[in-house]
C-alpha cells in the first residue's frame, strides 16, 4: 500500500496521479482506501494559508479592487501560473476573443479550489444532450443519470449546502438530499429573489462547498466574504482538505515535481512518467495506472509536450483533438446601484443566481446565461468612485456609504460552443523556468455567444429598470471565469474525442485524463462539480482496471 | 478596535470644535513655518488627515506610516503635502479647506492624503506601498453592518439578521456614463 | 439515545412485568406509570452522572454500549456495555450487584473496576437513586447485544487485584450525609457535585497513587491534554468574584462571555449532562461551588478572567512580507494570519461573542498555559441546545493550517503577552508533550497511577512471598 521510493529518487506506485486539485486528490483518496498504493506528483509548492492570507492584506488597493487573486499566491519558479499585475506573459494569446481567456489558475498542493467562490453546480440532464435536443455542440458519452451517483458522492466529499426545496433546485433531478441544507440568505439575496423572481428571472439559492456548521473537522463559514481569492479559516471545501485526507490514508504527495514526459510501450500503455524536482534533477515513476489531472491547459499542455516516437502527435491524441475545443464561461458584468440599500457584502461571496435563462428552446440559436448576484462587499469600488468624485470629509464618507450599501455586481456567464480552432498548441519560442514550451492559446467566440450576449443584455436593461437603477453599466468585452473545459474532449469515436465516459483515453488503456477537460459541453454553471464527479467516476474505472492487472 | 468604531463626527459643529485646536496650532506653529516648509510635523498631519478624512479619530500609528510613505513618494507629492498643512491648519472645514488647497493648486495633493487613508494604500501604478488594510478609513464607512474582507462580524449564519440602517439618502442618478468599459484582467468568479 | 419502557431482553424483569401486567389489571397501568416514573428519574440521574461520557462512543455509538476507547500509556481501557444485554451488558444483573458496580467498583463476577470509572465518587449515592439508575439502565435503556473489547493491559497492570489495597486506603463507603447547618438547596448542589457530578474526578488533584486530596478539594489539576482549572471559591485563584447567576450561565450553555469558555473534557460535561439539569438543580450546584473553601495559589495576583485588552499590531504588518509560513515566524503575524479573521486584530472577538474575547478569558490569563495550547492544537467542540460551536483545530491533523511546535510556541506566547497573563511563557516541551497527552481521553491520568501502586503492589506481593516462604522451614 506504500508508495516504493529508491535511493535515486525514482518511484513506484500502482496509481501515478499528475495534479494535485480537486480531481487528482479525490481519485488519489479513493483509490488509497482500496488498499492502493498512490503517487502524487504536484508541480507546484505547498502552501501556507495564514501566508497567503497576510499576502491578500498586504496587497495593494488597485490589486484588490481589480480582483488579482493570483499574485497573493507563492509560485515554484520551475511551475508558472498566470499572473496579469503586471502580466507574466506565461501564455500567450491569440485570436478576436483571446482577451476573454486570461485564466487564472493555481499550480501548488491542492490547485485552483484555494481560490474560488465554492459554487458546486450541476449540470442540467439537457446540458448532456446539446446537440440531440438543440442542433448545436456535442452530446456527451453519459448521461445526467449515469453521472448523477457521481454528483451525490461529490458533493458529500466537499461537504455542500444546497436547497432540499425542489422549488429551488436546479436541476431538481437528484437522488439524494444535499449534505447540509442551502447556506441562509442574507437581506440583498432575499430582496433581489423578491423582485426579480415575479418575472421569471428564477433567482435560486447556489449549492455551496460550505456549511453553516463545523462539517468534518471544518469549522463553521463565518461570512468573512473572503472566498476568492481564500477562506481564512478552512470552511469552504478546499481541495487541501482532501489531498490532506489522502495523505492520512497512505497516499504520497511530492511537491515541486514537474512532470514533463511520458513513456509508452509497444502496446501504448504508459509504463512511467518523469518529473523534474526543484533541483531540476530528473525522475521516473513507474505505475499500473496513470491519472493527468492538472486542468484543462496544464494537462493537454503536458500530452503535447509528452509526444514521443509512438505518439508523435502528443500522448494520447491520435484524434488531434488535444488542446482543442476549449471552452471557458466567457462572461461579462452588469453593476448599477439600486433604489434601496441591498447591503450586499454580508456572508459568503455567491448565495443567489438567476438561472431562468438556463435551458430553453432558443439554445438552438443562441447562448444560454445565468445571472450570479454577486455578494463580494462593495467597499472598494465605492471608494474608487467616491474618490474620483473629488469629494471629502463628510461627504466623502457618505457617498461611500451609500454606493457600497445601494450597489449591485451581477456576473454574467455564457456558454460557447466547442470548436476545433479554440486550442492550446505549445509555443516554439517561449518557454518557461525549465526550458518546457509555455502555452499558446488561440480563442475566437461565434454569434452563437454573442446573440446569447445581446439577449442577457435585454435581460439586464429589464432588472436594471426593476432597481431604479442609477450608474446602469455592462461591460461589453468578455472577460474569463476559469473554467477551462473542452481541451481533452469525451466522445464514442476516438476518431474526434480523447476520452471515453470514464475519462479513460482512447489510444492508452491506463491513462486516464478527468476534470474539465473531457467537458463536451459547457452549459453555464461552475464546472467544478461536474469535474469532481467525473473524476470520482474516473476513479472507479481506474480501481477497476487495478484489479485486472 | 479602531477599524469598527461607528462613525460619529457627522455635523458641521463637531467639525468646528478643532478649530480652537487648530488655532492654536496655528500659533504655536506659525514661527516654526517659515523654517519648515518640507518637513511635516506629525501632530500637524494628523490634524490634516482628520480635516481631510472627515474622521476626528485617526489611528495614530498609522498616521505616522502613512506620513512617512507619503514623503517617500515622488518628491513633488511630499512637498505638496507639506505646502497642505498650514492650508489645513487656517481652514475651518473640508470643503473650505480644498477651496484653499485646489487655489494654491494642492487640490490633487489633498485628494492624495484622502486617497491614502481610505484605501490604505499610498501612491498607484507601478509605486504603491500599502500601509493599512482593516484600518483603511473606507471600512469603518459601513463597519455598522460589514467587517473588512477576511474578517467575521458575527459567528455561523451572522448574515441573515436585518443590516443596519441606511443613515444616507439613496444615489441620485449621476452623469452619463462612457459607453463603453473594458472588462477587468481579474476573474472574479 | 433511544429509550424503550419495556425491554424484551431483561430476563427476569421481563418475566415479572408481564406477569404483573396480566394479574393485577388497573393496577399495573399504575405500577407501569410508576416505574416509568423512576425510569425517568434514572435516566435523569444517569445524566446527571454522565455516565454516557465513558459509556457511549461518541462517534455515533449506541447509548450506553461502551467500547469507548481510553488511551493510557500502558494500553487501551474499553469502557464497558452498560445496557441492558444479558450477554454483553449488565441485564441480568441484580440491584445488589449493581450497587455493588456503582459504589465499590466491584463487578458481578467479583473483579474490580480500575477507578477510571469514578465509583469513588458514586459511593455516596443514596439507595434510592441507585435504584432508579439500575431501574433505567435494565429496563429503559435498549440492550446492545454487542460487547466491546475486552480491556487488557499488560502485566502488572492486569493485577485488578491491587485494586483491593487502593481501596483500602482511599475508597470510602460512606453514603452522602446532608450537613443539617446548610440549606436544602446547598446539599442538593453538593450532592449533584460530589456524588453525581463527580467534579473533583477532574478538579481536585490527586496523589502520587492518582486518589484525590481531599483537602485540596476543587484547587486544579492537569487531565489529559488540558487543565482543569481551581473552582473553589476563591477570587482570585478560583471562581469565587462569579455571582450565581453567571455560574448557572456557565452550566447551561459552556460559555461566560468575557470571562471562560467550556472546551475539552468540560464542553463534554456541559454538552453530555450539564445543560440538561433543571433550573433548580444548576442553581444547587452553583451554590454549592461557591460555598466550596476557597483554596488561593499565592501565585496568582489576579483572577484568570481579568487580565488583558484590546490591542492590536497592523500598522506593524501592513505592507510589509509576512513572516507566517516561513522558518522563523512572528507572533504578530501569526495571530494576524490564523486567528484575527474570528477574534479580530484587537482580540475583541465578534460583538456576538460566538467567537469570544482572548482577554478577560481565563484560557490565557491562567497561570498554566495548558488550555490555551490545547485550544489551539485541538481546538474547541462543544454542543449546546442543538448548536455547535467549533474552533478548528490546528495540530497535525487541521483542516485550516497544521502548524508546528515552534509556531504554536510563538503564537502561544504572543496571545499570553497580548492578552493574557504576561508572565506565563510556554516552550516546545510544552506543547510537544500536550500533543503526545492530548490524544489521551481525559480520564486516562488515573492510570498512570497504576504505574507506582503496581510497583508498590509488586514489592508487598514479594516481601510477602518471601516471608511465607520462611515461615514454612522449620
Known amino acids: 500500500m506504500s508508495v516504493r521510493r529508491f535511493n535515486n529518487g525514482d518511484a513506484d506506485a500502482d496509481l501515478v496521479v499528475v495534479g494535485s486539485g480537486v480531481v487528482g486528490a479525490l481519485i488519489a483518496e479513493q483509490l488509497a482506501g482500496a488498499q492502493r498504493s498512490v503517487l502524487i506528483l504536484e508541480a507546484g509548492p505547498r502552501l501556507d494559508r495564514a501566508q497567503v492570507v497576510e499576502n491578500w492584506r498586504n496587497l495593494n488597493f488597485q490589486q484588490r479592487v481589480s480582483s488579482d487573486y493570483q499574485s497573493l499566491y507563492p509560485q515554484s519558479p520551475l511551475a508558472t501560473a498566470p499572473l496579469e499585475f503586471p502580466p507574466n506573459g506565461y501564455v500567450l494569446l491569440t485570436g478576436k476573443d483571446g482577451d476573454s481567456f486570461h485564466q487564472g489558475y493555481i499550480r501548488a498542493v491542492g490547485g485552483t479550489t484555494w481560490h474560488w467562490a465554492a459554487s458546486c453546480w450541476r449540470h442540467l440532464p439537457v446540458d448532456f444532450r446539446m446537440r440531440a435536443n438543440y442542433g448545436v455542440g456535442r452530446d456527451w458519452p453519459i448521461s445526467y443519470s449515469d453521472l448523477e451517483p457521481y454528483y451525490c458522492r461529490a458533493e458529500e466529499a466537499m461537504g455542500v449546502s444546497g436547497p432540499n426545496d425542489p422549488a429551488m433546485q436546479s436541476p431538481a433531478e437528484r437522488s439524494r438530499p444535499y449534505p447540509n441544507d442551502m447556506i441562509p440568505w442574507a437581506h440583498g439575496d432575499t430582496r433581489v429573489a423578491q423582485i426579480v423572481n415575479p418575472h421569471g428571472y428564477r433567482s435560486v439559492p447556489i449549492p455551496q462547498g460550505r456549511a453553516v456548521r463545523p462539517w468534518k473537522n471544518r469549522p463553521a463559514c463565518c461570512g468573512n466574504n473572503n472566498c476568492q ?8 471545501y478546499n481541495a487541501i482538505h482532501t489531498v490532506q485526507a489522502a495523505e492520512a490514508k497512505g497516499v504520497t504527495v511530492l511537491a515541486e515535481s514537474v512532470v514533463y514526459a511520458i513513456d509508452t510501450d509497444t502496446n501504448n500503455r504508459v509504463t512511467a512518467v518523469h518529473w523534474y524536482d526543484r533541483n531540476r534533477q530528473s525522475h521516473r515513476a513507474t505505475g499500473r495506472a496513470f491519472v493527468i489531472a492538472c486542468n484543462a491547459l496544464e494537462t493537454p499542455r503536458l500530452l503535447l509536450m509528452a509526444a514521443n516516437a509512438q505518439n508523435p502527435r502528443g500522448i494520447a491524441n491520435r484524434s488531434d483533438q488535444v488542446g482543442r475545443n476549449l471552452m471557458d464561461h466567457s462572461g461579462f458584468h452588469c453593476t448599477f446601484l439600486a433604489s434601496e440599500p441591498l447591503w450586499l457584502g454580508r456572508g459568503p461571496a455567491q448565495s443567489s443566481c438567476l438561472v431562468g435563462a438556463r435551458d430553453g428552446a432558443f439554445r438552438s440559436e443562441y447562448s444560454a446565461n445565468k445571472i ?178 | 478596535m479602531a477599524y469598527r468604531n461607528s462613525v460619529t463626527l457627522h455635523r458641521r459643529r463637531d467639525v468646528l470644535a478643532l478649530v480652537p485646536t487648530a488655532a492654536l496650532c496655528f500659533w504655536l506653529r506659525q514661527t516654526s513655518l517659515a523654517a519648515d516648509t518640507v518637513a511635516t510635523p506629525p501632530d500637524a498631519f494628523v490634524l490634516l488627515s482628520k480635516l481631510l478624512t472627515g474622521f476626528p479619530d485617526v489611528n495614530p500609528e498609522l498616521a505616522i506610516r502613512l506620513r512617512e510613505a507619503l514623503l517617500n513618494m515622488v518628491p513633488a507629492t511630499a512637498q505638496a503635502v507639506a505646502r497642505l498643512v498650514p492650508i489645513g491648519l487656517r481652514a475651518s472645514d473640508d470643503s473650505t479647506l480644498m477651496i484653499t488647497a485646489r487655489d494654491a493648486g494642492l487640490g490633487e495633493a489633498a485628494l492624495a492624503v484622502i486617497a491614502a487613508w481610505y484605501t490604505g494604500t499610498v501612491g498607484s501604478g507601478a509605486h504603491t506601498e500599502v500601509v493599512a488594510y482593516a484600518d483603511a478609513l473606507m471600512y469603518r464607512t459601513v463597519a455598522d453592518g460589514l467587517a473588512p474582507p477576511t474578517y467575521a462580524l458575527g459567528g455561523a449564519a451572522w448574515w441573515v439578521a436585518a443590516p443596519p440602517p441606511a443613515g444616507v439618502s439613496p444615489p441620485m442618478a449621476g452623469p452619463a456614463q462612457p459607453a463603453r468599459r473594458p472588462a477587468r484582467r481579474g476573474n472574479p468568479t | 439515545m433511544a429509550v424503550h419502557v419495556w425491554s424484551v431482553r431483561s430476563g427476569w ?75 454483553a451488558g449488565i441485564g441480568s444483573y441484580s440491584e445488589p450487584q449493581f450497587a455493588r458496580a456503582l459504589r465499590e467498583g466491584i463487578r458481578r463476577d467479583g473483579t474490580h ?76 448542589g453538593a450532592y449533584l457535585g460530589e456524588a453525581l457530578g463527580h467534579c473533583g474526578d477532574c478538579h481536585t488533584p490527586r496523589n502520587v497513587l492518582m486518589a484525590e486530596q481531599s483537602r485540596r478539594q476543587f484547587s486544579g489539576t492537569r487531565v489529559g491534554g488540558w487543565y482543569a482549572p481551581n473552582i473553589t471559591s476563591d477570587p482570585v485563584s478560583g471562581i469565587g468574584a462569579w455571582t450565581r447567576d453567571e455560574l448557572v450561565e456557565y452550566f447551561k450553555t459552556g460559555a461566560l462571555h468575557g470571562k471562560a469558555q467550556a472546551a475539552g473534557g468540560m464542553a463534554e460535561v456541559v454538552g453530555n449532562s450539564l445543560q440538561y439539569l433543571t433550573p433548580e438543580d444548576l442553581n444547587a450546584l452553583a451554590t454549592y461551588l461557591l460555598s466550596v473553601s476557597p483554596i488561593r495559589d499565592q501565585s496568582d495576583s489576579r483572577a484568570r478572567d481579568t487580565w488583558g485588552a484590546p490591542v492590536e499590531h497592523e500598522a506593524e504588518l501592513r505592507g510589509r512580507p509576512t513572516s507566517a509560513g516561513s522558518e522563523q515566524p512572528e507572533g504578530n503575524a501569526l495571530y494576524s494570519g490564523n486567528c484575527a479573521s474570528c477574534h479580530q486584530p484587537t482580540g475583541a472577538g465578534t460583538a456576538d461573542s460566538r467567537y469570544p474575547a482572548l482577554f478577560h478569558n481565563s484560557a490565557t490569563g491562567a497561570r498554566h498555559a495548558d488550555n490555551l495550547i490545547a485550544a489551539i492544537l485541538f481546538g474547541v467542540d462543544r454542543e449546546v441546545g442543538g448548536s455547535h460551536t467549533l474552533m478548528p483545530r490546528f495540530d497535525a491533523t487541521s483542516y485550516v493550517q497544521p502548524l508546528n511546535d515552534t509556531e504554536v510556541v510563538t503564537l502561544a506566547n504572543y496571545v499570553l503577552h497580548e492578552f493574557g497573563n504576561p508572565s506565563v511563557q510556554v516552550t516546545s516541551d510544552d506543547v510537544a508533550a500536550a500533543r503526545s497527552r492530548g490524544f489521551a481521553k481525559w480520564r486516562v491520568q488515573l492510570v498512570d497511577g497504576l504505574l507506582i501502586f503496581a510497583g508498590v503492589v509488586l514489592v508487598t506481593l514479594g516481601l510477602w512471598r518471601l516471608w511465607r516462604g520462611r515461615s514454612t522451614y522449620p
Request: aromatic share 6%; glycine share 8%.
Open chain 3, 13 to 87: 424483569l421481563a418475566a415479572g412485568a408481564l406477569s404483573c401486567m396480566a394479574v393485577v389489571g388497573s393496577g399495573a397501568a399504575q405500577a407501569e406509570a410508576g416505574a416509568s416514573e423512576v425510569a425517568e428519574q434514572g435516566r435523569y440521574l444517569a445524566i446527571a452522572g454522565d455516565c454516557g461520557a465513558c459509556h457511549t462512543r461518541p462517534d455515533g455509538g449506541k447509548a450506553f454500549a461502551g467500547g469507548n476507547a481510553m488511551m493510557s500509556p500502558v494500553g487501551v481501557i474499553y469502557a464497558t456495555n452498560i445496557t441492558s444485554s444479558s450477554t
Open chain 3, 113 to 188: 473496576l480500575y477507578p477510571s470509572m469514578p465509583y469513588t465518587a458514586y459511593a455516596k449515592l443514596s439507595d434510592a437513586d441507585v435504584h432508579a439508575l439500575y431501574v433505567y439502565f435494565t429496563q429503559s435503556v435498549q440492550a446492545v447485544d454487542e460487547p466491546p473489547p475486552v480491556t487488557r493491559l499488560p502485566f502488572p497492570f492486569n493485577l485488578r487485584a491491587s485494586m483491593v489495597i487502593w481501596n483500602m486506603l482511599f475508597l470510602s463507603t460512606a453514603r452522602f450525609e446532608p450537613d443539617p447547618r446548610r440549606s436544602a438547596e446547598w446539599n442538593r
Open chain 1, 372 to 549: 450570479i448576484l454577486n455578494n463580494i462587499s462593495r467597499v472598494g469600488p465605492a471608494t474608487q468612485q467616491a474618490l474620483k468624485l473629488g469629494l471629502t470629509g463628510t461627504a466623502l464618507r457618505e457617498e461611500i456609504r451609500r454606493r457600497t450599501i445601494h450597489g449591485v455586481d451581477l456576473s454574467i456567464s455564457l456558454e460557447p460552443l466547442p470548436a476545433p480552432q479554440n486550442r492550446l498548441t505549445l509555443s516554439k519560442t517561449r518557454h518557461d523556468g525549465l526550458g518546457l514550451p509555455s502555452p499558446d492559446i488561440n480563442y475566437e467566440l461565434d454569434d452563437y455567444v454573442h446573440r446569447g450576449y445581446d439577449a442577457a443584455a435585454q435581460q439586464l436593461r429589464h432588472i436594471g429598470d426593476l432597481f431604479n437603477a442609477v450608474e446602469f453599466e455592462v461591460t461589453t468585452s468578455l472577460n474569463a471565469n476559469n473554467h477551462m473545459m473542452g481541451s481533452t474532449i469525451m466522445g464514442f469515436d476516438p476518431k474526434d474525442s480523447v476520452v471515453d465516459g470514464d475519462c479513460r483515453t482512447h489510444d492508452h488503456p491506463n491513462l486516464w485524463l478527468p476534470g474539465g477537460g473531457p467537458m463536451p459541453s459547457a452549459s453555464v454553471v461552475n464546472s467544478t462539480l461536474t469535474m469532481a464527479a467525473l473524476g470520482l467516476r474516473c476513479a472507479d474505472s481506474v480501481q477497476r482496471a487495478l484489479e485486472h492487472v
Open chain 1, 229 to 236: 481569492p481564500i477562506c481564512p479559516i478552512g470552511a469552504m
